[in-house]
């Protein structure tokens, strides 16, 4: 009776002692009006109908004290595993190995926020005093809301262990996380003195700090030099926004026209590629792949950023849209490393054609060049019967990464669905804005993955990354280099794999090699580099007329490594890695497999 009373109450019933009586004997009739007896017995009932498990817990110490009663009143934990993976409550986030190994912490800022049966158990502990555990949906059955914050889970490459204390303090309300290291302070210092220091102060430094005393987002310069008139990235980029909107309304309506004068749209989904001339025989090859899989590519835009690539794309009889203007002053040729200038002056363009098809209206699904199909993705992404997978605003290939700099989403920007509503126009309209920073970070991945964090945060974007582990559909590098059960179901044909991007891989020489010995290359060498233009006659082409000369019916097949994944066993073949471990095994049975073929062990 009395645990009603103070639970209707919230704790705020003004109670007595009744007189002679001893001081746990209270009197709690002399202040209950008939409305609220009315309550109390309501709430009576409610406890008698309540066929949970009545705590026998003893404990007399609280898990909190009273000082922090405002903002932590009780705490329970539940699986981490099951927490992460409840489909009621999907983060979007992919999973970091050994994430089930720990336990989630949920922490009530009042009584009332506690499970009902749990109450005694949140506030003091279970019968030997340690944190109590119970299920997801027990433990949040009362919250009202629920906010969540993902911890790391050991030490990384980038990220070593480090003694990391978190506070927690009483104030408005805040949803960032700031962050303080006993390092020296970076305008003052040098670069190879920055490191973490335990006998320094803390200091403030941004999210994306490394121990090391690297931060991941140095910001951009307004000028290079100001006394010679160079400008910096934020200043080029300001020239390039002028230039943009400057001519935005003629750029949207030809796209419209070409959208709709050559019906490129299915399902109001448009795919979206660009490409220069560096890396176009990657183009060709998606192109020659999916036809000669019988797969629509019909509602593929293509947006080159050089007339050779151009001429390229139309030759391939694809839908090509060349926005001079704004991409035709970008780099023509290929990059040599990942976040070289010339890849990260390409992002500007991987982020314009985004921005121009998604303000037409259009969903869209855009994909590097450097990928192949098994399936048609779209079908995926169009299953009306997948309610869940329609919730979200934008779908991410996962990485893999798992750098400080893409955490916790590690989303691959390589390969995602966007669809056109509110909420994902103006993340990509927010990316768009930083292109200084893009520029400066060399890569649009990682300010890509700060912008949907706090979009999710703050407008409640809905984002979702396709787990590398837990789903199988959509693999890239990660699994091409270090995942060789995803890649084995592949080569025999049992993976469930709408496609494979060859991310992860340092130059465009080494992905034509991997996809060749993958059996998933479908280019003439005639048209390798430059070497198609020679096929154009009088410098133009008609639609499609590359297509019989620069596409293989089947695959062109080569040994390059045998430390790689490979289609047919690469015996013979040199290794790329210093651990030189085979991704076939010569076992008996196999050479003997080899021998009856009559295939030479390449």
């Not at 693999?475 to 080569?491: A, L, N, T």
Request: with cysteine.
């Amino acid at each position: 009776y009395i645990n009603a009373v103070n639970e209707t109450l919230n704790n705020n019933l003004s109670v007595t002692n009744v007189e002679g009586g001893s001081k746990d004997d209270i009197d709690c009739t002399a202040t209950i009006t008939p409305r609220l007896q009315e309550r109390i017995d309501a709430r009576i009932k409610e406890e008698l109908l309540d066929d949970s498990p009545i705590s026998q817990n003893t404990n007399t110490e609280k898990l909190f004290p009273d000082t922090v009663r405002s903002y932590a009143a009780g705490l329970l934990s539940v699986s981490g595993k099951d927490f992460l993976s409840d489909p009621n409550y999907d983060f979007g986030v992919p999973f970091k190995n050994g994430y089930g190994s720990a336990d989630a912490l949920i922490v009530y800022n009042s009584e009332r926020a506690i499970p009902d049966s749990l109450r005694r158990d949140a506030t003091y502990g279970d019968e030997h005093g340690h944190i109590a555990k119970t299920s997801v949906s027990t433990a949040l059955s009362n919250c009202d809301a629920m906010n969540v914050i993902f911890m790391p889970l050991g030490h990384t490459q980038t990220r070593p262990s480090m003694n990391d204390c978190y506070a927690i303090a009483g104030n408005f309300e805040d949803y960032h996380i700031n962050r303080w290291f006993r390092m020296p302070n970076f305008d003052t210092t040098n670069k190879r003195e920055r490191a973490l220091q335990h006998s320094l102060p803390l200091r403030h430094f941004g999210r994306v700090t490394l121990p090391q005393g690297v931060t991941e987002f140095d910001l951009p310069e307004l000028w290079d030099n100001y006394k010679l008139g160079k400008k910096g990235f934020l200043l080029q980029h300001f020239d390039a926004l002028r230039t943009f909107f400057e001519n935005v309304d003629t750029v949207q309506q030809e796209l419209r026209e070409l959208i709709t004068k050559r019906k490129a749209v299915r399902n109001n989904t448009v795919i979206v590629m660009t490409v220069n001339i560096g890396q176009s025989e990657l183009l060709a090859n998606f192109v020659c792949a999916a036809r000669s899989r019988g797969l629509d590519i019909s509602n593929v835009v293509v947006f080159p950023t050089d007339l050779e690539s151009k001429t390229l794309a139309e030759g391939l009889g694809m839908t090509t849209y060349f926005d001079e203007k704004n991409l035709g002053a970008l780099p023509k040729g290929e990059a040599k490393l990942y976040g070289d200038p010339i890849f990260a002056s390409m992002m500007q363009a991987k982020i314009l054609c985004v921005v121009n098809v998604l303000g037409l209206g259009y969903d869209v699904l855009f994909q590097d060049v450097d990928i192949v199909w098994y399936k048609d993705p779209l079908e995926f992404f169009h299953d009306k019967s997948n309610t869940a997978l329609q919730n979200f605003d934008i779908l991410f290939q996962h990485d893999g990464s798992g750098q400080m700099r893409y955490n916790p989403l590690s989303a691959n920007s390589g390969f995602y669905y966007v669809r056109a509503n509110k909420k994902a126009q103006y993340v990509f309209t927010s990316l768009l804005y930083h292109g200084a920073l893009v520029r400066k970070s060399k890569s649009h991945q990682q300010v890509l993955v700060q912008l949907l964090l706090e979009h999710s945060s703050f407008f409640g974007t809905k984002v979702k990354v396709f787990d590398k582990v837990e789903t199988d559909i959509f693999p890239g590098g990660f699994h091409y280099h270090q995942d060789w059960d995803v890649m084995h179901d592949i080569v025999s044909g049992k993976s469930n794999a709408y496609l494979l991007h060859m991310s992860w891989t340092e130059n465009k020489e080494n992905k034509l090699k991997f996809f060749r010995q993958m059996g998933e290359w479908y280019v003439q060498d005639q048209c390798i580099g430059h070497g198609y233009m020679a096929l154009v006659k009088g410098g133009e082409v008609t639609d499609g007329s590359l297509t019989s000369q620069c596409c293989s019916a089947e695959p062109i097949f080569s040994c390059h490594f045998r430390d790689k994944p490979s289609k047919e066993p690469c015996f013979n073949s040199p290794c790329i890695d210093k651990r030189c471990k085979q991704f076939w095994k010569p076992t008996p049975e196999l050479v003997a497999a080899l021998k009856a073929k009559r295939k030479p062990l390449s």
